[in-house]
């Protein structure tokens, strides 16, 4: 991804976010200029990547199979007891997040706002081999009430249902219609090692600095001393 659109887009994501009324940490706004001032006072944010994560899964097409999210808290076992994580994610109307289960963490999915509709697909991963399910049920919590869903069925969601993915369920998502304002509550987060893509993709992309960045991502912090 060109550094132009990264920046283009993290100026969209905060202005969306203003207009729904949803108000990010004062850290979203810093410029590399301020994080050059920062030191271990800002350590969490750092170790536990909190902050923009914008990437196209290496598809080169940002528009239709991307994700935008900002991690607004997070543990890491290494450093912290802080057995949680929360973000926001900003899916635009027929943007894909490609289908992956994750290994270890269950994750809850909050249709928040928007103006679209907010739609998946998903699968049982066999515990074994990995394999996709093509068929079967997947038995997952709506809002806390156990549902059977079609494997491969699209579902639509409405705003303040919430989904909870439990580890081996393939999922894929998307909006229609318009910019889903999406959350996420889960256990601990780690995006390097606990995302299991059904076709190889990258999670992070990789970076054309074609004009200075305005933010960074949550990959490219400084070292703090």
């Not at 810093?30 to 170790?47: F, Q, S, Y």
């Not at 909050?110 to 068929?135: H, S, Y």
């Not at 919430?162 to 987060?189: D, R």
């Not at 995302?195 to 190889?200: A, G, I, L, S, T």
Request: hydrophobic fraction near 35%; aromatic fraction near 12%.
């Amino acid at each position: 991804m060109k550094r132009s659109e990264i920046n283009a887009i993290i100026r969209a994501n905060k202005e969306y976010c203003r207009k729904g009324h949803f108000f990010l940490p004062d850290w979203a706004e810093w410029t590399p200029g301020d994080w050059a001032g920062k030191g271990r006072e800002c350590l969490e944010i750092k170790r536990n990547c909190m902050g923009w994560d914008i990437t196209d899964f290496g598809s080169g097409d940002f528009e239709h199979i991307g994700l935008s999210l900002i991690t607004l808290r997070n543990g890491n076992p290494a450093y912290d007891r802080k057995p949680y994580c929360e973000k926001i994610m900003i899916v635009r109307d027929g943007q894909v997040t490609p289908t992956h289960f994750h290994w270890n963490k269950m994750e809850d999915i909050i249709f928040r706002e928007g103006d679209g509709v907010f739609c998946m697909k998903l699968w049982n991963a066999d515990p074994v081999t990995e394999l996709l399910q093509e068929t079967g049920t997947v038995k997952l919590k709506v809002d806390g009430v156990e549902c059977g869903f079609e494997a491969g069925k699209t579902y639509r969601f409405h705003k303040g249902q919430s989904v909870c993915y439990t580890p081996y369920i393939y999922h894929t998502f998307w909006a229609e219609g318009g910019t889903c304002l999406i959350g996420e509550v889960s256990m601990v987060n780690d995006d390097a090692v606990d995302n299991r893509f059904w076709e190889p993709v990258g999670r992070f992309p990789e970076i054309e600095e074609d004009e200075p960045a305005e933010a960074l991502l949550c990959t490219e912090y400084p070292d703090l001393k």
